[in-house]
């Protein structure tokens, strides 16, 4: 009896962090498929799917410092002067900072059309992500423009 008994201990650790750890590859997989969504919806001015996306307390802070919510972001995907012709990923880092909170820290290519002219911006952004009634949801974004051709 008293050798199972460190054998079950060990047991159930297994199946703890195996658990765990199975349950963090899900949540990031999410993260980057919302990440993805994100980035879709802007290209494609899709409001309803960047809406299943982003928190209803949403704050993006832009390149220029101004701050957006939810609803800004919104009205200006459909009102914009710009046309976003693809956002290609460069690099993506996904994490879980707590069970409930995840970071996306991403640099792009994005190749755009203001007033008829064709440019390409280096661009890096980094979204926070929370896990909100077993639904993670973006709360948070700041972008960076890193240059142009």
């Known amino acids: 009896m008293k050798k199972l008994i460190p054998l079950l201990f060990i ?4 199946i703890f962090f195996s658990n765990n750890s199975f349950s963090q590859g899900n949540d990031i997989e999410t993260l980057k498929r919302l990440n993805r969504a994100f980035l879709d919806a802007l290209v494609n001015k899709d409001t309803t799917e960047l809406g299943k996306v982003l928190a209803n307390d949403f704050l993006l802070v832009n ?3 101004l701050k957006m919510n939810r609803g800004n972001n919104l009205a200006n995907l459909q009102s914009s002067n710009q046309q976003v012709v693809s956002i290609g990923i460069d690099s993506i880092y996904v994490r879980l900072l707590t069970a409930d909170v995840g970071s996306v820290l991403a640099w ?3 190749i755009i059309i203001v007033g008829g002219k ?6 890096c952004y980094q979204d926070i992500y929370a896990k909100r009634n077993n639904e993670w949801k973006a709360v948070a974004a700041h972008v960076t423009l890193l240059g142009n051709d």
């Open 11 to 14: 047991a159930v650790l297994l």
């Open 108 to 110: 792009t290519n994005n």
């Open 63 to 65: 390149p220029g410092g």
């Open 118 to 123: 064709k440019t390409t911006l280096k661009i």
